[in-house]
């Protein structure tokens, strides 16, 4: 009976102390994602929505220099023009996400207006790689910067 109790109250407790990184992904498009993004960092724990929505952006900045050298590579090897074209406009929109994600970071709390502008230009830069191919060779990357930017500001827009 009195383990009965104390499990319920750790459970109340627990609970009504909250789970930040659940109750902040929940109100996202992408809440699997942020979720997963989040728990896989070990400073998160500690972290206030800011300092979360500064993760998910440091993770989408971490795919955009993976792809960027992805598509460098790529390039070296590859002498077919229209591959090389679709390469280019990544290599491009990548190296703009390399300057807007930090921006975005340090805007986040300061200037969300700005912030949040900054996450949606990094969206576009993926979804411009993308769609530069028929047959994409970084759909997996891509659709996660895509969604890591809109669950950015998604809690940008949730900082007010
Ligand atoms: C960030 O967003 C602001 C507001 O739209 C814009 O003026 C600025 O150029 C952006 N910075 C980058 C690096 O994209």
């Given amino acids: 009976?009195?383990?009965?109790?104390?499990?319920?109250?750790l459970t109340l407790i627990y609970c009504s102390h909250g789970d930040l990184i659940a109750d902040t992904c929940r109100k996202t498009q992408y809440p699997l994602i942020c979720i997963s993004t989040l728990r896989s960092n070990p400073h998160s724990r500690s972290a206030d929505v800011k300092g979360l929505v500064r993760f998910i952006l440091k993770a989408a900045l971490g795919k955009a220099n993976t792809i960027l050298n992805l598509a460098n590579d790529l390039l070296k090897k590859t002498k077919d023009p229209i591959l090389r074209q679709s390469l280019d406009t990544c290599i491009s929109v990548y190296?703009?996400?390399?300057?807007?994600?930090?921006i975005a970071i340090e805007n986040v709390g300061k200037n969300n207006v700005e912030a949040s502008d900054n996450a949606s230009a990094t969206f576009v830069d993926a979804d411009t790689c993308e769609e530069s191919f028929s047959n994409s060779p970084f759909a997996a990357d891509n659709k996660a910067v895509k969604q890591l930017a809109v669950v950015a500001e998604d809690i940008i827009g949730s900082l007010g």
């Fill in 1 to 9: 009976m009195l383990l009965l109790f104390l499990s319920v109250l």
């Fill in 95 to 102: 190296q703009d996400a390399l300057d807007e994600i930090p």
